[in-house]
């Protein structure tokens, strides 16, 4: 019962603070100083051209005026037409939402499945050579801009061995579309070519993701891990003779993954917004190069669109933290 209050409670702060997100981007976008009427009228239009193109599209109207029909038209679904595109923004982002959905859930498992283990190995060794290496190489992951990253990737694994594709999502025509992720289709067609080459295109980009929030969750988990390892129950258990194994992969981290889940929850968001640059430099058809191409239009439209969903994003992936903060942690309920 206390689990369904957490999720009802936090599920009432969603429209609040999407709210919030909107109001904050539109004012921001609409004060810079940039006339996107000018752009899409061209070179060539005559003034009377752009104000009649303006009144068109509402841009005459005071500020508020724009942001109450904002609203108005957000709550009957409608999220406007890009400018750019001349398509619906609703239909521009559930074309590109798969995209980077799968490649950002990639680059998550990929920076689980590195980060925890390797963060309680550290915590385990800690002052040994081996912590003092993965240390090293998480302040390293942290370091390192994900556009050079990406690059040096792409030159040594592309152009210069030849192992994975150097761009793109797939090669050829793909899976049968399903969920419009890539693999998941594959595997459900079994079209085996179709999923080596979707693994093939997904193996870079995701690294590249991956490897800075892998180094975030390392810090993390050792630093849990350190603070449980010497509390008094790890103790008396050890008194009690149980296997280290079961103690450290059960116990110790049971308690020691509440602040890396959250953690996590973060990362995730995070992740999702930085693909920007990422699916940028490797061609990846997703929401960052229409993110990338809106910015440059001035679309303030799909701006806005673009930022509805990653806030979207941002709350489920928090709201699933806080679910499963409460099964790690039953005190959460209490």
């Given at each position: ?102 490649l950002t859930f990639a680059a998550i498992i990929l920076a689980i499945a590195i980060g925890i283990p390797m963060g309680v190995i550290s915590a385990f060794r800690r002052n040994t050579w081996i912590d003092h290496l993965l240390r090293v190489l998480s302040v390293a992951g942290l370091a390192v801009a994900s556009f050079w990253l990406a690059m040096e990737l792409q030159m040594i ?178």
């Open positions: 019962m206390r689990r369904l209050e957490i999720v009802l409670s936090r599920i009432a702060w969603f429209v609040p603070t999407l709210v919030g997100l909107v109001v904050i981007v539109f004012v921001i976008s609409h004060v810079v100083p940039t006339d996107p009427v000018r752009v899409i009228a061209g070179e060539n239009a005559t003034p009377e051209q752009v104000e009649a193109l303006r009144v068109e599209l509402g841009y005459d109207k005071p500020l508020t005026v724009q942001l109450y029909r904002y609203f108005v038209d957000l709550a009957q679904g409608d999220m406007g037409r890009s400018l750019y595109t001349r398509r619906q923004i609703s239909d521009d982002l559930a074309h590109r939402l798969p995209a980077t959905l799968e694994f592309s152009t210069r061995l030849g192992w994975t594709p150097l761009n793109g999502r797939m090669s050829g025509f793909g899976p049968d579309e399903i969920t419009d992720f890539m693999v998941i289709d594959a595997l459900i067609t079994r079209d085996w070519e179709s999923l080596r080459s979707a693994l093939a295109h997904l193996i870079l980009p995701a690294i590249t993701l991956a490897l800075p929030a892998a180094a975030t969750i390392l810090r993390f988990t050792r630093s849990g891990v350190l603070e449980v390892i010497n509390s008094n129950f790890v103790l008396y258990e050890r008194a009690m003779g149980m296997p280290e194994a079961l103690i450290t992969w059960k116990y110790v981290l049971r308690n020691a993954l509440v602040s890396t889940v959250t953690q996590i929850g973060l990362i995730f968001g995070v992740l999702f917004s930085s693909a920007v640059v990422v699916e940028a430099v490797f061609d990846w058809p997703g929401l960052g190069a229409y993110a990338v191409q809106s910015i440059l239009q001035n679309d303030h439209a799909a701006i806005m669109g673009f930022t509805l969903v990653v806030g979207v994003v941002f709350i489920l992936a928090n709201l699933a933290v806080d679910i499963l903060h409460t099964f790690i942690d039953p005190r959460s309920t209490r």
